[in-house]
């Protein structure tokens, strides 16, 4: 997806804008599981259907909280977040993550973005913070709202 007028030139008439909401995605069990044997990461509460239908005060699996970070940044892309004219955007880093409720498995995610801002660097380079809200199909709380660093080169 691409943002009309959203180039390297005029990142700061964004600023304080909603760049764009991605289309909703699923964290489904397979996706679930698969994270767990990237990361070693094998909580009961992620992992186990069984158990976590008896035990979780969820009624059952939910998605690592990082997890849903991770899935921040592919539908940041989606959206449109890195101009066409730059080069490339290199994720710089997070300045505040909150994890604000659980994605239970099977749950629909998607992002909203908004530009904080846009700081001109040399060579070219402009670093970028954005928020992002985590949002749950048909839950009122987000999932996590997490402001994030992009280096935007030209």
Not at 54 to 67: C, D, M, Q, V, W
Request: aromatic residues 6%.
């Amino acid at each position: 997806m691409t943002i009309a007028g959203y180039n390297m030139a005029n990142l700061s008439a964004f600023v304080g804008r909603e760049l764009g909401v991605s289309e909703w995605t699923a964290v489904d069990q397979r996706r679930i599981d698969a994270f767990a044997a990237c990361t070693g990461d094998r909580q009961w509460i992620h992992v186990d259907v069984e158990r976590a239908r008896r035990e979780s005060p969820f009624g059952g699996t939910i998605a690592h909280g990082y997890l849903t970070l991770a899935l921040v940044a592919s539908l940041a892309m989606e959206v449109g977040l890195v101009p066409a004219d730059a080069t490339a955007g290199l994720n710089y880093g997070l300045d505040k993550v909150r994890f604000m409720a659980p994605v239970r498995a099977g749950a629909r995610v998607r992002n909203r973005i908004v530009l904080l801002s846009a700081e001109q660097k040399d060579g070219g380079r402009v670093l970028i913070k954005t928020q992002n809200t985590l949002q749950v199909e048909g839950e009122d709380k987000p999932a996590l709202i997490a402001e994030t660093l992009a280096m935007l080169i030209k």
